[in-house]
């Protein structure tokens, strides 16, 4: 058998208290899409995170050719050809689609130019081949580009670099059927150019549909390593939560205790004649498609849009309307989809982000407190 490209030999990460990962021993071949599968929490990330070099392993190797390898940091990583496609890309918006693809491999004229000319007709050629060039042009800014869009940069940026492994994290998350699609060919046109292909989604069709090799992680440790011809989805997903489909929502007792949380009849400008009720000790799903109006609810309910209609009482007591502040009053956090834009103040620190909602109690005379912060 081949040797192949990398190989994980015992790989263990914890983050104390918590074994994120317990002595994983998995191959990647070149030429070869191998689905990675888990539940949330199963250990996926972390195990990308170590393969990038965002962090060290605390104990196991990784070797690549045969040859044993340490990352100190993700630039090793990318030297060594690895690279992640995160779910959310990681582009630049006010640099053009051409920077962005050759960003740290600008071609240059002499020691201290950049040669322009060769990087648009470099990114042009590069644009053709994946058939983008219709859609985008070497020198458009990406500020404004659609996710599909950002997402095939990365993976134009991860190919030019010399990526011999790239692995995708979650890629369909925000894509159309129709983009989807085109996703598809291109990760079966990388396989051709011999690439080794990690994939890693919770849509188990995908799996069966992409997938050469799957490798199952259940509470950080791996479970199995079988060949995908021939699996299905209910094989798959009994490897993930270690019990039969018959099993899959067991029966629980239901909640008894008290209305924590009562909505009646709310309506905003994005939802209409909401009703529900959530209990102490429960934990209340709300699902739907994309658009169906499930963040848009959560934001009714936390005051970040004007009720029109109804109520919401916490605790039995009526919560004013549109009033963010007496929602954290009256104990209820929000954690928005787009943490990034919503919900955290990317340039400050992380204390100064854990005490945003309580500036009372960490300011002394109007001006921030590090020590009563801390």
């Known amino acids: 058998m081949t040797t192949p490209f990398l190989r994980i030999d015992g790989l263990s990460r914890h983050f104390d208290p918590v074994q994120a990962l317990t002595d994983i021993t998995l191959e990647f071949h070149l030429g070869e899409v191998l689905a990675l599968v888990g539940e949330n929490g199963a250990g996926k990330s972390t195990m990308m995170r170590l393969l990038e070099g965002v962090f060290p392993p605390t ?18 990583a990318h030297a060594a050809g690895i690279r992640v496609i995160h779910q959310e890309p ?10 962005n693809i050759f960003a740290g491999d600008l071609p240059r004229k002499g020691r201290h130019f950049l040669d322009w000319s060769r990087l648009y007709a470099d990114t042009e050629a590069r644009l053709t081949s994946f058939g983008m060039a219709k859609e985008l042009r070497p020198r458009q800014l990406c500020a404004g580009l659609g996710p599909a869009q950002r997402q095939m940069i990365e993976i134009m940026r991860a190919v030019q670099a010399g990526g011999k492994l790239i ?42 549909e992409l997938a050469d090799r799957v490798a ?39 909640a008894t205790g008290d209305v924590i949380l009562d909505v009646a009849g709310m309506s905003t400008d994005h939802v209409s004649d909401v009703t529900l009720q959530l209990r102490a000790g429960e934990v209340l799903g709300i699902g739907g498609l994309i658009g169906a109006g499930r963040s848009e609810l959560a934001k009714g309910i936390f005051g970040f849009h004007r009720r029109t209609a109804g109520a919401v009482r916490v605790g039995g007591k009526d919560l004013p309307a549109g009033d963010t502040a007496a929602a954290i009053a009256a104990g209820i956090g929000f954690a928005p989809e787009d943490r990034k834009e919503e919900a955290l103040l990317l340039m400050q620190t992380i204390l100064e982000n854990a005490v945003l909602c309580v500036p009372k109690k ?5 001006f921030f407190s590090r020590a009563k912060a801390l």
């Open 59 to 76: 104990r196991g190797s990784i070797h690549i050719d045969g040859r044993p390898v340490s990352f100190t940091q993700p630039r090793e």
């Open 167 to 208: 692995a995708f994290d979650e890629p369909t998350s925000s894509l159309t059927d129709e983009e989807t699609g085109r996703l598809f060919t291109l990760i079966r046109r990388l396989r051709r150019e011999g690439v080794a292909v990690i994939y890693i989604s919770h849509r188990l069709a995908e799996i069966t």
């Open 216 to 254: 199952v992680l259940r509470d950080g440790r791996l479970v199995d390593d079988l060949s995908a011809d021939g699996i299905t989805e209910a094989q798959i997903t009994r490897l993930m939560v270690g019990r039969p489909l018959s099993d899959m929502f067991p029966a629980r007792a239901p």
């Open 90 to 99: 990681e582009i630049v918006p006010d640099l053009t689609v051409a920077e």
């Open 362 to 366: 960490v300011s002394t005379g109007g």
